[in-house]
């Protein structure tokens, strides 16, 4: 079965950087599309960027766009999302999700396969 693992996320400073990797199992990667929403306390999950099979087609939310990269490694079944600049309102829980349908999606519902989720704080 599919598994998708987050790595840690943490606590960061405003202005500061972080690198959150997802590694999937279970299934060939380079089937996927990939994605990273996040969710905030008491707010609904929200897109923030998503990468075609091949890494040559990236997608990202208004908020992050300019601030964060994401990006596969398919020898490594893994995605990343490089954040930069990162601000008080990026403070979420980042989930990485993934589907088979070949879609790029911003919705939750566009995917079926989804980690744990990691913690993000900006805060000073």
């Known amino acids: 079965q599919v598994q998708l693992v987050e790595s840690e996320g943490g606590l960061v400073p405003p202005g500061g950087s972080l690198r959150l990797s997802c590694v999937l199992s279970?299934?060939?990667?380079?089937?996927?599309?990939m994605a990273w929403l996040r969710q905030a306390p008491g707010k609904d999950r929200e897109f923030v960027a998503a990468i075609n099979r091949s890494g040559t087609a990236t997608d990202y939310a208004d908020s992050v766009k300019g601030r964060s990269t994401i990006s596969r490694d398919n020898a490594k079944n893994t995605v990343y999302l490089q954040m930069n600049s990162l601000k008080p309102e990026d403070t979420a829980v980042y989930y990485c999700?993934?589907?088979?349908?070949?879609?790029?999606?911003?919705?939750?519902?566009?995917?079926?396969?989804w980690g744990q989720g990691t913690q993000v704080t900006v805060s000073s």
């Open positions: 279970g299934r060939t990667f380079s089937s996927f599309v």
């Open positions: 999700a993934a589907t088979l349908s070949g879609y790029v999606g911003r919705s939750r519902f566009d995917y079926q396969y």
